[in-house]
């Protein structure tokens, strides 16, 4: 119970909250991690658990996605904040899950990461729907919304996630083992480590390497790095008054949207390519 478990210091607290050994993520490493684990400190003296701020992450994360489908420089800059905010607890929660079973002993589920993912797997393809509606309101082509459902795609990890379901009865059935080469790659496929003889231990291609690479850059958590250029170049020195060309409204949201739909494309067929291969080697 919590009120038997003696207060950590912020210093000891961050010695259990944080990532180990690395954080993968850049952005989480070299920005976030300085603000997130004095506020985990605080709302684990508060009682806060990591599934609670889980749930008010979504709540605001669907908040600020929404605000994309109104094409005003305001609106953007509410929707990218909340979005922000979204990010924030992200990371929090998984700092508040970490504290909660390293110190307080509670015993490993697998709920919170499940729920954490699902959160993922609504915001963010959301919020890329939503800026496709968005520049709907502002032209009246239906086009920007099939391109923002396809730039959401790049989000839903679709032939990595159908895999895990396929293997997923085998290895309750006892037909597959761990010890398969192919299915240990598969297992620790979505793992984002930045070492590299992590990479070589797990038997990755170099070419599955290369693509996590260009995701951190550009996907996630670069994709909402790129929001703070759109609210720069859309919202304020555009004014969301996009010149037209070739039947397209210019601008830095259609620009992320087609790098996005891109990587969508790029991704699901490198993805299926290869987890087929792998599904190949699986008896």
Partial sequence: MRNQVSPMNLREFKAVARK???????TAKYFWRYFTLPCSWVCSSLRITANQVTLV???????GSVCYCWPTPRML?????????WWFLDHVDGELARYEIKHLNQP???????????VHRWVQPLYHICLGIGLLRLTGDWGYVLLGCLAGANFVGFARTQGDSTVLPWLVAGNAT???RALRELVQLGDMGSHAEDRKAQGLRRLVGIVKWVKLGLASPGCLVMLL????????????KFPERCGLAWSATLVYLLLQGGMAVVQNLAGTWYVTSLMRRIP
Avoid: C, K
């Fill in 178 to 180: 761990l010890e398969n």
């Fill in 229 to 240: 250029g759109i609210v720069l170049i859309d919202g304020v020195m555009l004014d969301m």
């Fill in 77 to 85: 800059l509410l929707g990218t904040l909340l979005l922000y905010a």
């Fill in 108 to 118: 490993i589920n697998l709920a919170g990461p499940y729920l954490d993912l699902l």
């Fill in 57 to 63: 992450s979504l709540v605001i994360g669907l908040a």
């Fill in 20 to 26: 180990q050994p690395d954080d993968p993520f850049w």
